[in-house]
């Protein structure tokens, strides 16, 4: 069995609650994730506004890849992952360890000056 190397990622933290702007009532988390569930942020869209991730989903705790609004997610931070399956819905992104490192720190200066 080929041993899987652990790569560099931007993970977060989904909201507690959230507003829906067009009824104006709170919601827990978002659809697909429970409060407080941490994602790993693959790629940013070039709106500003929207990221890829991949976190355990509500219901059936697999691991999902979704689209989500960059202000559902709070406590971003760097993080070495060993997940291997984590690790293999990433893989596509990231062709070696130093471009997931170099996203990292992109990611995160971006997300400061945001």
């Not at 507690?16 to 919601?27: A, H, V």
């Not at 429970?34 to 991949?54: A, Q």
Request: proline share 4%; with cysteine; glycine share 6%.
């Amino acid at each position: 069995m080929e041993k899987i190397e652990p790569i560099w990622t931007v993970v977060g933290n989904i909201v507690e609650k959230r507003i829906n702007g067009q009824d104006g009532k709170e919601y827990f988390g978002t659809k697909y994730f429970t409060p407080n569930t941490k994602v790993y942020i693959i790629y940013p869209y070039s709106s500003g506004f929207s990221v890829e991730v991949i976190g355990r989903e509500r219901k059936t705790k697999h691991f999902i890849k979704v689209i989500l609004n960059i202000k559902y997610i709070y406590n971003f931070r760097a993080k070495l992952c060993y997940n291997p399956n984590v690790i293999n819905k990433v893989n596509h992104q990231f062709f070696d360890k130093e471009s997931s490192e170099s996203f990292v720190e992109e990611f995160l200066l971006w997300q400061k000056n945001y």
